[in-house]
């Protein structure tokens, strides 16, 4: 027991800097909304700074001059802190103006993919600098030992936790009690508030990210003397820190803090148990600590769908359906099997590396352009394929090319792990999970003796078909070409599929849910599912690149799918163009060891230098052109084919309007939405107090009120947005309890307030995602719909390009194509003029002749008024009225609700005043027009 207490002590030495950087990470996030994938590499920086100072040397960062400036002597502890601190200081200044200034109003994504090339560039540099020259770094406190059970522990791990801990407390007062504290919470709450209360965000942004860089410095120097200096070690100590800020919610600098010190100790005890437990891993436990509270916190604290007001940006560009691709297919194929034919050697090698690095690019854009999930994991997977290949064919001899298909599926079944995560949470914290899991796989399996080779690696055996040697070969056919025709059919194969994924319903599902999780669900797609499609069907592919590059390597090494090549990989793919085909072919051209790659080295000398442009021409890609370099191809190349944009709404060339569905016999009135009781509670408040109404077949029904009434929130209810007391059922079936996705499945359709169309999607694509049929009748489905709201001049136009009218037409005809019972729109009039309202609202009286009833909430009382056969009004979330319109419109409780005097509806106060029941007459008989 005092062996264990005495590792939890020695863990404080880690755990200070774990503190330190999680600290500069919250610092950093509250003044810009930045979550600094760099913090790591700022700290590396001013440890070798550190180093070189106390030698006498400044390390020269800029390339082509002398690595470091000789100063005359060494130089004392104190002034060696204080420089290296300011230069880091410095460096976060001049990161923030470079590049996070100009991000500023961009996602969180964008900001966060930059910190990453922030971090490539300068781990780059650092190496470029001082390649293998790590100097030592003498302690910097007196060294002296405390005895813990007869355990010598050094004191210097409280002291330095004590530094950090000093730390926090200076920036917790700052924060809490001076002006400057003060600004920087009121910008991070509002910088539009700051800006008009007469602060400068830049400014405050600025200072705090000289700060928080300063403080990474300060966390960089004190374990210097613990940690030998080591570009991967330091800069992955961004992934602990990562979890220590989340345990902080990027906020709390205690918790940050207390977090951070936590995870080194844990860690320590954890190497301690991996040596004397038996049954534990020989390596990676340490590693699984950080991981275990990500996930832990994550999955608590995440929800299966974002919540109504949540922001959620994604800027990964867009993804154009392909068109016609069989020419560019066979163009494609006809270029790589000269290039193999005509080239040779170190040539030929770059070939076959493009393609399959090109096969691992196709994974990211499955994932994270068409998925919405951006893993850092997927070299990672790609070894995990590796391995299993070795496993598969040199342990049980299976032959290929059945070996690559099983390894890529033991891929795929660890990728669907790795995406449970995706489940609960989106976006950023999803990316720090992926990856903490990259780490954790390349540490307990890929560098674990047990589990493989060791340092000379996995086997692999010489692929073989029908008797012949299609392996890479040795000697002088080395590369031979019958590999490269290999290469070249698996990435023929995926690519293909991918193709088809995109132009399928499957495809365009994940752009839904890419675009907006909660209209995704509405339009009747299993959001969970479709992640996990996604992670399966990328972790398969990324699987087969593997295999194909354990073949060309003869053997699977850790180095080869470590953590940070498998980062360059994903600069290089976001590079590319991470959200079509064309940018994973041109992310295989660019690739490290690629076509591009060895060209510049021959011709030009820059192979050193790769990594550094690579994270160089990262950062300038997210702040310049989002959809990378394929998207600048697409520009060129393709000819976009949309309407006029702002075209005015205008009747259908047919005065016909033909009906989604057929006509329901006149007199029909079956109930086809029945809300009992209904009622919502965030905490004390209650946004739906028992809201009892039905819906009958044909009808449309108003919900308005003023605002705050609850409208929205009724119809969230309904839809299964947020959790709700009483009961729904749809055409007599009770769907309550029921996942939104499956509500809409049961014939509850629903548009948004905001409207929440799929931006990279087409206007057809983007009604096809709401379909419930086989292919073609879906396209009969769709071209029915369009007709019938008067869009199909806008098919092929995509969404963004939309006026607002129109996205109104095409969010409401998404709702129609799915043939629900009961439309619930939400504000479908929202953002309309006069002409454009009145347009909609013979739009949406064209569907009273067929099954489809509609619930509609607006504020447009001339919309609501004029197609309505009844109206119900919501006040405090009460019922207050309910009636025709009419009846409604002259209801003194109404009017003095409207007027701001809100009807107080409880139980003392009685039932809300029924103005009307629906009459037996034929829906539509008698409406006001």
Known sequence: MTQDFAFLVLGLGNGAVYAALGLALVMTFKSSGVINFSTGAVALYAAYNFAFLRQGDLLNPIPGLPGTIDLGGPMPIFPALLISVAISALLGVVLYLVVFGPLRAAPALAKAVAAIGVMLVLQALIALRVGSDAPTVGPMFKT??????????????????????????????????????????????????????????????????????????????????????????YTLFIVPALAAALVGNFSGIGLTVGAGLAIGMLQSEATNLQVSVSWLPDAGVAEAVPLVLILAFLLLRGRSLPGRGTVIQHDLGKSPRPGRPVLPTIACVVVAVVALFATSRSMRLAVIITMISAVIALSQVVVTG??????????????????SLSRLGDGLGIPFPVAPLLAAAVAMIIGVVIGLPALRVRGLPLMVATLALAVFVEAVWFTNPSLNGGLQGAPIPSPSLFGLDVGIGAGEGYPRIAF????????????????????????????????????????GINVGVTKLAAFAIASFIAGLGGSLLAYQQTVATAGS?????????????????????????LAGVLAPGGVVYLLSDRYLSSGDYYSLLSGLLLVFVVVTQPDGLAGLLHRITLHRRHATPHTPLAPAASATIVPVVQAVESGARDVVLSAQNITVRYGAVTAVNDVNFEVYQGEIVGIIGPNGAGKTTLIDALGGFVTAS???????????????????????????????????????????????????????????????????????????????????????????????????????????????????????????????????????MDLVMGICDRIIVLDLGAVIAAGTPAQVRSNPDVIAAYLGTPHLASSETGPPTVLSEPSAAPVGEGAPS
Not at 183 to 206: D, F, H, Q
């Open 144 to 233: 002296d030992t405390i005895s813990i059970g007869g355990n010598a522990v050094p004191t210097d791990r409280l002291l330095l936790a004590a530094v950090v801990i000093g730390l926090a407390v200076c920036a917790g007062i700052g924060l809490r009690y001076s002006r400057f504290g003060l600004a920087t919470e009121a910008a991070s709450e509002s910088e539009k508030g700051a800006v008009v209360t007469g602060l400068s965000p830049n400014r405050i942004a600025i200072v705090n990210w000289a700060l928080s860089s300063a403080v990474a410095g300060v966390g960089g120097v004190i374990i210097a003397p613990i940690v030998p200096l080591n570009p991967v070690a």
């Open 370 to 387: 068409y998925g919405g999930q951006v893993s850092l994991a997927q070299l990672a997977l790609a070894g995990t394929g590796a391995y």
């Open 484 to 523: 490269g025709i290999v290469c070249l059919i698996f990435l023929l194969a995926c690519a293909c599929g991918v193709v088809t994924l995109r132009r399928s319903r499957l495809g365009a599902s994940m752009l839904a849910v890419r675009a907006n999780e909660r209209s995704a669900a509405a339009s």
């Open 561 to 585: 799918y470590g953590v940070f090549i498998g980062l360059g990989i994903f600069a290089v793919a976001y590079i590319a163009g991470v959200t079509s085909v064309t940018g994973a072919l």
């Open 726 to 860: 009483g009961v729904v059922a749809v055409d007599g079936e009770a769907v309550s309890g029921r996942a939104p996705h499956r509500r809409s499945r049961a014939g509850l359709g629903r548009t948004f307030q905001n409207i929440e169309l799929y931006e990279d999607l087409s206007v057809a694509e983007n009604i096809t995602v709401g379909a419930r049929s086989a292919r073609g009748e879906t396209d009969e489905q769709v071209d029915e719909v369009m007709r019938l709201l008067g869009i199909e001049a806008f098919a092929d136009t995509d969404a963004a390009d939309l006026s607002q009218g129109q996205r109104q037409l095409v969010s409401v005809a998404r709702v129609l194509v799915g043939r629900p019972r009961v439309a619930l729109l939400d504000e479908p009039a929202a953002g309309l003029d006069s002409t454009e309202s009145g347009w909609l609202g013979e739009r949406l009286r064209a569907t009273r002749s067929s099954d489809v009833s509609i619930v509609i909430v607006d504020h447009d």
